[in-house]
């Protein structure tokens, strides 16, 4: 008989475990069809995202369905794999065991033979955790549509702004983070005011927007070499977005940012919308793994693995995808997917007693591709490269090939077609929540009063 808080287990085979249901924990899942094992997919949310496609939720062009499809569905065919919805909050690594929490808040313990942890990274704010009730991240699905209310409800608000002063500043997004998400983010917002809302409004110009996009680094998307880059920050300049490189956010507040540019001067930004893409860091269940198995850790808190992608003096318990340092391996999808069907079959081996000895973990590099707008985009392959039209081309093949389910990829390229060929985004509905920081709409602002009568009393 279970305790209270325990889960039923009536499972006599192997029971492996995989926290998160992302890429990394997909992939493994997948790669035990057949196998005489019992896998539980453990995940604080019922859905697997495809993140590459966040910006296209965020700013109207898919739907929260074509980026995120149920874990149940997308698992339903592999007889040995069940899905539970909580959140892994601590490890009991003696007594092999997951504790966790219910979506009420109840506690939840979850046994385990073996344990593949595949929890990804959050949104890090470079030790500024108070901006983010201003500056929302783009790491989950909650994300999208948070940013989808506050772009949409910007150009909402600048419609009715009492003065110029205050049009303008809705009608100013920030963004923190030349990376690939700020890169394709900043185009998105552009390609927005300047296409798709361009006629829609009588009150405002809505290609007046002004898009600012802030780095510390020189160019946006480094990492793609000096070629890509320069090819970005031409498309991004032609667009209409202006780049503030060598600039450090020193402070994000519900009116705008403070930035100190290359020149050591700190200069304020007045923007309504202010978005952060820069920075990732490990959850917290990353520290109390770690402490738990005397793991060490990177600066970003992720996980230190050994070549076949366990812990140290812990061969029931791998670290795969973003959550796992070995290598400097990118943290991108693809290597997601290979380290959790790497993982997947590491067990696999064991169970099944095959004889030959499982090779070190070995990383095939598919390159990688960033969206800039309708038309034009970067893809690095080894030494390949290409951008404009070209890149675009493979940008539509590769995130096709591998959208998680077919249903998805239909919705998404007939999307697309509509999308592309008419500038036309339908998914643009918003619930009247935080368009402005911390506030839901139509609550009338009230001014504290202190009524002394009452405060006594
Ligand atoms: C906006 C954006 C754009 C991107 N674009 C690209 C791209 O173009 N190309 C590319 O290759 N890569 C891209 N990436 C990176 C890629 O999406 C990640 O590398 C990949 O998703 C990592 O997979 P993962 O399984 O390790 O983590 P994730 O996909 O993040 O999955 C982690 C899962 O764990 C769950 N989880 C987390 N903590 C807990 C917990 N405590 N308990 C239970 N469940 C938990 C989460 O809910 C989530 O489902 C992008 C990422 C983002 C955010």
């Given at each position: 008989m279970s305790q209270p808080g325990e889960l039923d287990d009536h499972v006599t085979p192997r029971r492996v475990v995989i926290v998160g249901g992302g890429f990394a924990g997909l992939f493994a899942a997948r790669a035990f069809r057949h196998s005489p094992v019992h896998v539980t997919v453990v995940d604080r949310t019922a859905h697997h995202l495809f993140q590459p496609l966040l910006y296209q939720c965020a700013t109207g062009v898919l739907s929260e369905g074509q980026i995120a499809v149920p874990l149940r569905s997308v698992l339903r065919r592999y007889e040995n794999v069940d899905c539970i919805l909580a959140e892994v909050t601590d490890v009991d690594v003696e007594g092999r065991r997951l504790i966790g929490l219910r979506p009420e808040g109840t506690p939840i313990e979850i046994p385990y033979d073996d344990l593949i942890v595949a929890a990804g990274v959050q949104q890090s704010y470079f030790g500024h955790d108070e901006f983010a009730q201003f500056a929302p991240g783009m790491k989950t699905l909650s994300d999208a549509l948070m940013i989808r209310r506050r772009v949409f409800g910007a150009f909402e608000m600048a419609q009715t702004a009492t003065d110029q002063e205050e049009r303008r500043r809705w009608l100013t997004f920030a963004l923190v983070g030349a990376g690939p998400t700020g890169v394709e983010l900043a185009g998105q917002i552009r390609e927005l005011a300047t296409f798709?809302?361009?006629?829609?409004?009588?009150?405002?110009?809505?290609?007046e927007a002004t898009v600012l996009l802030f780095d510390?680094?020189?160019?946006?998307?480094?990492p793609f070499g000096p070629k890509l880059s320069a090819n970005a920050t031409k498309a991004l300049t032609g667009m209409g977005v202006e780049l503030h490189m060598g600039s450090i956010v020193t402070h994000v507040d519900a009116h705008g940012l403070e930035a100190k540019g290359p020149d050591g001067t700190i200069k304020r930004y007045d923007a309504a919308t202010v978005l952060w893409t820069a920075g990732i860091a490990a959850p917290p269940f990353a520290d109390r793994l770690a402490k738990n198995t005397g793991a060490e850790q990177d600066r970003a808190g992720r996980l230190k693995v050994q070549p076949d992608l366990t812990l140290p003096g812990h061969p029931e318990i791998s670290v795969v995808g973003d959550m796992m340092s070995l290598?400097?391996?990118?943290?991108?999808a693809e290597t997601a997917m290979q380290t959790g069907f790497y993982a997947a079959k590491r067990i696999r081996h064991q169970v099944e007693q095959r004889a030959a000895e499982q090779k070190p973990f070995r990383y095939h590099d598919l390159g990688s591709a960033a969206y800039i707008s309708r038309g034009r985009a970067v893809i690095s392959l080894g030494r390949f490269r290409a951008s404009g039209f070209i890149g675009w081309l493979m940008w539509l093949g590769i995130h096709i090939t591998f959208l998680t389910s077919f249903r998805n990829r239909l919705g998404a390229l007939l999307t697309w077609a509509v999308a592309f060929s008419r500038?036309?985004?339908?998914?643009?509905a918003f619930p009247m929540l935080q368009i402005v920081p911390g506030r839901d709409m139509y609550q009338p602002r009230r001014e504290t009063v202190t009524d002394p009568e009452r405060t006594r009393s």
């Open positions: 798709t809302l361009r006629d829609q409004f009588r009150r405002i110009h809505p290609d510390g680094g020189s160019v946006p998307l480094a290598q400097h391996l990118p943290g991108v500038e036309s985004r339908r998914e643009r």
